[in-house]
């Protein structure tokens, strides 16, 4: 048997340690997981009700067209429904974005250190990579246009970006999209869209309809909660979306978990809590860091990269062994750094304690 060539060699995807398994490791009672931007105010009560609902239904197929969940995303972001595509979380419409555009001889540009699924997906692909390092944590546009060519199929832009937290502005994107060829999707990846309070962040729904080359990406899986039953969509023309729809694998999302996030979809007063919450807990880490001289990127996503001085690995592994699982810089291009979810008050009040606690040990600087 022989792999693709693209293949061989290529890491997958490493989950972080579980909470079970950190406990278990430590021999701890508890643990507090801020690893994965995973909201850590659960989901919206109305989402457990629909759930409760399906359970009498698993037998059946899903709705392969995801009818009422379209329906509803439609008259919420105010698009049609033909404009439309989900996936298996945000993930699987990366995935499928790839598996359309991308080939060998082709290429796609992105940013570094950005998102990875987007360099995995194209590699598998066996596109060329053309990675434009991050300027002051900020996407270099003007650079990345710069990377494009006649073999440029996809250009990726993760708004705000992950791990940096720092997003393109509107003035920014709209100047980029001016100049990017017709030839080239752009796609702007809104993970943590619903966590954004910066006043000039690009509003990019309304420029679908002068550009047939942009794309938008958002999901289910940050701010409203259901990271576990994995729900995603892109947004873009409804011709765009009927060239791609081929390759995505029928029934790629579940009924509970189209149920789920219609219900979420219906108690915007959660979103708008958790991300008041969120700001409010973003700008006590910001105080944090500022006592005690770290320098960090200000977050328009709900986590934040800190930098530390040291290696990331020793301050994530110092909070591993007290019950705080956060995600080591190492791993995202930032070696000095960690990425800290920001969590309830409770939470960030024990990741402070145990910070402080190394700073003043001096261990590990």
């Known amino acids: 048997m022989k792999l693709k060539n693209q ?14 398994e950190v406990k278990q490791q430590y021999g701890l009672t508890e643990v507090v997981k801020l690893a994965s931007n995973e909201n850590p105010y659960g989901c919206s009560k109305a ?7 399906e359970l009498d239904r698993l037998a059946l197929y899903p709705d392969g067209y995801a009818r009422k969940l379209r329906e509803t995303v439609a008259r919420h972001v105010g698009v049609k429904e033909t404009e439309l595509i989900f996936g298996n979380g945000s993930d699987e419409v990366v995935q499928i974005i790839c598996r359309a555009f991308l080939s060998a001889g082709t290429n796609t540009v992105m940013a570094t250190p950005t998102f990875p699924q987007y360099r995995h997906n194209a590699v598998i692909e066996g596109a060329e990579i053309r990675e434009v390092p991050l300027t002051e944590g900020r996407h270099d546009l003007p650079k990345m246009l710069e990377a494009i060519d006649d073999k440029t199929r996809v250009v990726w832009i993760c708004n705000p970006n992950n791990p940096s937290g720092t997003y393109v502005n ?3 994107l709209s100047a980029f999209l001016q100049q990017v060829p017709k030839h080239v999707l752009v796609v702007v990846d809104e993970a943590y869209y619903e966590y954004v309070t910066a006043a000039n962040y690009p509003q990019t729904v309304p420029l679908l309809s002068q550009y047939d080359n942009l794309m ?12 576990a039953l994995r729900v995603g969509y892109g947004i873009a023309s409804e011709a765009l979306i009927q060239q791609i729809e081929p390759a995505r694998e029928p029934f790629n999302t579940s009924s509970v978990a189209q149920a789920a996030a219609v219900a ?11 991300a008041a919450q969120n700001k409010e807990q973003l700008e006590a ?7 005690n001289g770290l320098f960090y990127y200000p977050s328009e996503a709900n986590f934040i990269l800190i930098d530390f001085g040291i290696e990331g690995n020793k301050v ?12 080591s810089g190492n791993a995202l291009g930032f070696p000095t750094s960690v990425r800290i979810t920001v969590g309830t008050e409770e939470q960030n009040r024990k990741v402070f304690a145990a910070l402080a606690q190394m700073l003043k040990e001096k261990q590990l600087v």
Not at 7 to 20: A, H
Not at 47 to 53: G, T, Y
Not at 264 to 274: M, N, R, S, T, V
Request: glycine share 8%.
């Open 47 to 53: 989402v457990k009700e629909a759930i409760a609902i």
């Open 264 to 274: 979420a979809l219906g108690d915007q007063e959660f979103i708008k809590q958790c």
């Open 316 to 327: 994530f592994q110092y909070l591993l062994e007290r019950g705080i699982i956060v995600r």
């Open 170 to 172: 509107e003035a920014e």
């Open 285 to 291: 880490f910001y105080r944090f860091c500022e006592e």
């Open 7 to 20: 293949l061989q060699g290529l890491p997958p995807y490493q989950p972080g340690k579980s909470m079970e």
């Open 216 to 227: 938008i990406l958002r999901t289910f899986s940050k701010a409203y909660g259901l990271a």
